[in-house]
């Protein structure tokens, strides 16, 4: 980074003066270490494939060809919206900041503890997805084991807590790997899009605009029976889900270089070669099977299934080792961007045992009690939930159904809020990201838009029960906020209380050795 200079370093620090907060955290992160730790949560190569059967096994081909084109749109409607407040506010653990200077404190709290939970899940359902990945990989074929909850907790215990320990000793070393990330995800994914390619029977590229209706049996059970329309519908829950996580730009902004430029510019960019890679990738894929109507059976174990029938057994192995590590990278990265979550809330005593979880270590600039804190709650999460069923649905399954609603909808709620705030006393000052007020009020209309579209989606068949525990968290949210925070959460300082802060800000940065 022999670009940063001392006046850069000053700029970004006197931002964060601004709006009341010490440099606690380390300055380490490049502009492209930004991007890579959002493009490592989105992790083509672990959402892409794992919920890959909610195309196959729905609208078959088009669902990839058309309606992955349509999904990324959506994330990106909602990441360029995005930039544009981060641009402005670049601060750790962004959306909270964003939705209580552009709204209140109640919209701050309430954005915070939205898009904590769905970190907090997200994290766990991402680790769970490479235990799943890893059993049909490695551990059934090569180690004989069998996916029980024992094992489940226990793989999860010691990946999630190797991530934990990585960002535990210093956002220097978690930028490495999550800069190799970037790098493995991309070669790995031209290299499984070649082989995809050398092993199809044919290139059949009409099948990628083909519409199917593989709901109900014909498609394995993964979506209930029902119309062709609906069931493409539901298929864009794939590129949606796939592509998500790029807050992280935002949550690491505190320790990026440049912050107000290259937040935004890893957040926008993270979803747009995301999408690129991730088309050609699947759509290579869809090529390669040998027929989509015994694709579309194979449900949940459709890449597996046709890695195995079309690919050479080393290769195939090779591709699947790389793909396995870039999954626990992309849950590392998510390990950051949820401990960046909880330090910012906690600062402002958003958190019980709020002082305990804020402190940043002064030999790793890292805050310590919020990386595993966050890691422990996943886990405790993924064990609790898979031990407890609804009917004969896992409350896990239905959780993390709700988890990408819960997301977007912390993104959503800032985003409205700049609508009706741009040019206001509340933001009249814009970053030097600036798409100009018509295109970002175009972008926020869009955006809530969006937001109807993946509620909807996520709430149906057979994530039905995910409406009840939205609206039950809802309920609960305002019981919490009504009953005790309203009186007690000041929110971010504002204000006079920022000119007051100066002295803390001295002593924090003082204690964590920042000149």
């Known amino acids: 980074m022999s670009d940063y200079s001392e006046l850069d370093k000053k700029q970004d620090v006197h931002i964060l003066h601004s709006m009341g907060y010490a440099q606690e955290l380390e300055r380490r992160m490049s502009s492209f270490s930004n991007f890579a730790v959002s493009f490592s949560i989105i992790c083509i190569l672990s959402g892409g494939i794992n919920s890959l059967a909610q195309a196959t096994s729905g609208a078959g081909g088009a669902a990839i060809g058309i309606g992955w084109l349509i999904g990324c749109f959506v994330s990106l409607v ?28 109640f919209t701050g709290w309430l954005t915070a503890w939205f898009n904590l939970l769905g970190l907090v899940t997200v994290l766990g359902a991402i680790n769970v997805g490479t235990y799943y990945f890893f059993m049909g ?75 199917a209706n593989y709901s109900g049996e014909a498609g394995g059970n993964v979506w209930p029976q029902t119309s062709g329309t609906w069931v493409f519908l539901l298929g864009l829950l794939l590129p949606i889900y796939t592509i998500t996580g790029y807050d992280a730009s935002a949550h690491t902004s505190e320790e990026t270089v440049k912050a107000a430029h290259s937040v935004p510019r890893g957040m926008v960019s993270s979803v747009l070669w995301s999408a690129l890679f991730g088309y050609i ?43 396995l590590v870039s999954q626990w990278l992309c849950g590392l990265a998510t390990v950051t961007s949820v401990s960046r979550m909880i330090f910012a809330f906690s600062r402002d005593g958003g958190l019980p045992a709020s002082k305990t979880l804020a402190k940043v270590s002064p030999k790793y600039r890292t805050p310590v009690s919020a990386i595993w804190t966050g890691s422990i709650l996943s886990v405790l999460f993924v064990w609790g939930s898979s031990l407890v069923s609804i009917g ?5 399954t239905i959780v993390v159904s709700c988890t990408v609603i819960f997301l977007f909808f912390s993104f959503a709620i800032p985003i ?16 030097p990201w600036n798409i100009g007020e018509g295109m970002y009020k175009l972008f926020s209309v869009l955006t809530i838009m969006a937001m109807i579209l993946i509620f909807v989606l996520g709430v149906q068949p057979p994530n039905e029960w995910a409406l009840y525990i939205t609206v ?21 300082p504002i204000g006079e209380e920022v000119a007051r802060r100066q002295a803390e800000i001295a002593a924090a940065e003082k204690a964590v050795g920042e000149s």
């Open 78 to 105: 909602f990441a360029v919206a995005m930039a544009q407040i981060s641009s402005a506010y670049p601060t750790a653990g962004g959306l909270y900041h964003w939705g209580s200077i552009l709204g209140n404190r």
């Open 137 to 211: 990989s490695f551990g059934t074929t090569y180690l004989g084991l069998e996916d029980t909850t024992t094992v489940r907790i226990l793989f999860l215990v010691i990946i999630t807590g190797a991530q934990a320990l990585v960002n535990h000793m210093g956002i220097g070393l978690t930028a490495k790997l999550t800069d190799f990330s970037g790098y493995l995800i991309f070669a790995t994914a031209i290299v499984l899009s070649a082989v995809c390619l050398i092993a199809a029977p044919s290139f059949d590229f009409a099948r990628l605009f083909t519409f």
């Open 281 to 323: 990738m699947l759509c290579s894929f869809v090529l390669m099977l040998p027929n989509m109507d015994d694709a579309a059976k194979q449900g949940w174990n459709v890449f597996f299934w046709a890695m195995n029938a079309q690919v050479n057994p080393i290769v195939k192995d090779l591709l699947y080792f790389a793909i």
């Open 392 to 396: 004969d649905t896992p409350v896990y």
């Open 416 to 431: 409205t809020l700049g609508l009706f705030a741009w040019g206001t006393s509340k933001w009249d000052k814009m970053g």
């Open 472 to 492: 039950g968290f809802l309920v609960l949210t305002a019981i919490v906020w009504f009953g005790f925070e309203s009186r007690r959460f000041k929110g971010p």
